[in-house]
């Protein structure tokens, strides 16, 4: 039991994260925005802090009499490389020194993501020792972050979280996938190749989170080539299913059987650029853009939860296809689908 200080809280993670660690008995603070919508973390009962990682002010005071920070904070849209690096790498940063500077600083979870990593080969899953080589700008914005973090590395005990693709309850941006296959029965699938993608529900990673913070790795103050990728851990469910083949089962998930479209790369090229232009116009980036094609054309994306298994105990506690039947049923229930 302690006190926990999650950034990021009104994402779609943020709470699962809090219910797992309310069920521990920890007393839970979100940091938040003065216009971040709220409405999920209030009836969890969870105290807020106002602040933003973007800006080192307010949080020397977040972070006071913290044991455990989990980074969830960041950008998954941008318009330039220079928009990741400020929310990813110099929020990173801000949270950090606050962290180095309070008299007992916290335990971190950093939460990056398998972009930063970058794509796996075609028959290996991509595993902590593997060199990073990330494709996108988000993903460089993260292993930037990841950087950053292990400055702090001597003052602050740090852990890095590596997941792929998250899904579950409360996740807006993947709703366009079930939404389409329930409404249209069309799947469209990018490309003519088969890539595998590996994926993590949102309560199977936020008990990853919580597994991390008490009995992880912590990043080395002094890296050397062995010990580099120590306090680095992927995690992810051990299924490993094709873009068409998630489609499927999102379709038995809410009880269609979709038809697999499959959309040359120079077309979702095409429609990204178009998407950006309207996000742009609109003065609010968008998931979909060039930066997600980039991605889609490297491959596949996968990664080994073997660590997370052998060394924190973390196994999904759900396989894939139920995890997608709760959060099909979960979106019926608010009304969203």
Partial sequence: MGTALVTGATGFIGPHLVRVLQQQGDDVICLR?????????????????????TDRSGL????????????????????????????????????????????????????????????????????????????SKYGRSKLASEAAAR????????????PPIVLGEGDAAGLALFRSIARTRVHAVPGFRNPRYSIVHAAD??????????????????PTDSNFYNGVYYVADDQTPTWAELGRMIGAAVERKPFVIRVPLLAARIAAFGAEGVARIRRKPMVFCLDKIREAAAGSWCCSPAKAQRELGWKPAQDLQTRLNETAAWYRSEGWL
Avoid at 71 to 81: C, K, S, V
Avoid at 104 to 109: L, R
Avoid at 209 to 221: F, K, N, W
């Fill in 33 to 53: 925005r003065p216009r971040s919508n709220v409405s999920r973390l209030e009836p969890l009962g969870v105290r807020f802090a106002m602040g933003d990682v």
């Fill in 60 to 135: 020397d005071a977040a972070v006071r009499d913290v044991h455990t920070v989990y980074h969830l904070a960041g950008r998954t849209a941008g318009f330039g490389q220079q928009q990741y690096l400020d929310g990813n790498d110099g929020g990173t940063r801000n949270l950090l020194e606050a962290c180095a500077a309070a008299s007992s600083p916290p335990t971190v979870v950093h939460v990056s993501s398998l972009a930063a990593g970058g794509p796996s080969a075609p028959s290996r899953l991509r595993s902590e020792g593997d060199p990073s080589a990330p494709v």
């Fill in 151 to 162: 400055l702090f590395a001597a003052r602050v005990p740090i852990t890095i979280a590596r």
């Fill in 205 to 222: 990673l936020a008990t990853m989170l919580v597994a991390a913070a008490a009995q992880g790795e912590r990043l080395p103050q002094q």
